[in-house]
């Protein structure tokens, strides 16, 4: 099993709808979880922090199951602003206790007018 | 501007040359990341550091691949005997931890410099 596994997707949405996508991580020991933003050929930006079990922001909500060690993000009223790929972040525990953080592959959205 | 920023924005190398990448972090962020990203995957890990000093490097960063950050502000990468297989683009991000918060690890990231080896 992969360390953070994300659905690559396209979705392909109308504007106005609610999409949702869903990254698994594979260890349970993991503290910090983040969901950052990349447009095409561009850096990624940090879209949100996910904190106990979520968190709200505008249209955006990201949500934490650590029982089923998965985390949401849920974008409602979606923009054609919204059209990214969306990299979800899992802070990883190695040997020795190193932490850092592992990457999804991430997930393409295309909203449409 | 007081993000991060790298220099330079691209470069196209032939295979076998040596090329330097340079990051300024967040003025006030200890801690300094590397990663290299190729189309349609995710940011690769390839190293960190704390102030100066370089705490982990990943089994991607081969012999040719070296870092430093001298003085615990910029960094350089340098990649030795550039191959095509280097081509990609190399992004260098800073953070500040907070022991304790869950925002400890959010990184910010620099525009990236794009690697062309032809």
């Known amino acids: 099993r992969k360390e953070v596994e994300q659905d690559p997707g396209p979705f392909n949405v109308p504007e106005g709808a609610t999409v949702a996508f869903n990254c698994t991580y594979s260890n349970s020991a993991s503290q910090s979880f983040f969901w950052y933003r990349q447009d095409c050929r561009k850096e990624p930006k940090l879209l949100m922090s996910?904190?106990?079990?979520?968190n709200e922001d505008g249209r955006f909500t990201a949500q934490l199951n650590r029982a089923s060690q998965y985390i949401s993000l849920l974008i409602r009223d979606s923009k054609l602003s919204d059209s990214a790929t969306y990299l979800c972040v899992v802070e990883g525990v190695e040997a020795g206790n190193n932490r850092k953080l592992i990457w999804g592959l991430g997930t393409s959205l295309a909203v449409n007018p | 501007d007081t993000g991060v920023s790298q220099d330079p924005r691209h470069k196209i190398t032939k295979r076998g040359q040596n090329v330097t990448f340079r990051c300024d972090p967040i003025?006030?962020?200890?801690?300094l990341y590397w990663y290299r990203q190729t189309l349609g995957q995710g940011p690769e890990f390839l190293t960190y550091?704390?102030?100066?000093?370089?705490?982990?490097k990943s089994r991607l960063l081969s012999d040719r691949f070296s870092a430093e950050r001298p003085k615990g502000s910029f960094s350089t990468l340098e990649i030795q005997r550039t191959e095509q297989g280097d081509s990609a683009m190399y992004l260098c991000a800073s953070s500040h931890p907070t022991s304790g918060r869950a925002d400890s690890y959010e990184q910010y990231f620099g525009p990236g410099t794009r690697l062309t080896v032809t």
């Open positions: 003025s006030e962020h200890n801690r």
């Open positions: 550091f704390q102030n100066e000093a370089q705490l982990e």
């Open positions: 996910v904190y106990s079990s979520g």
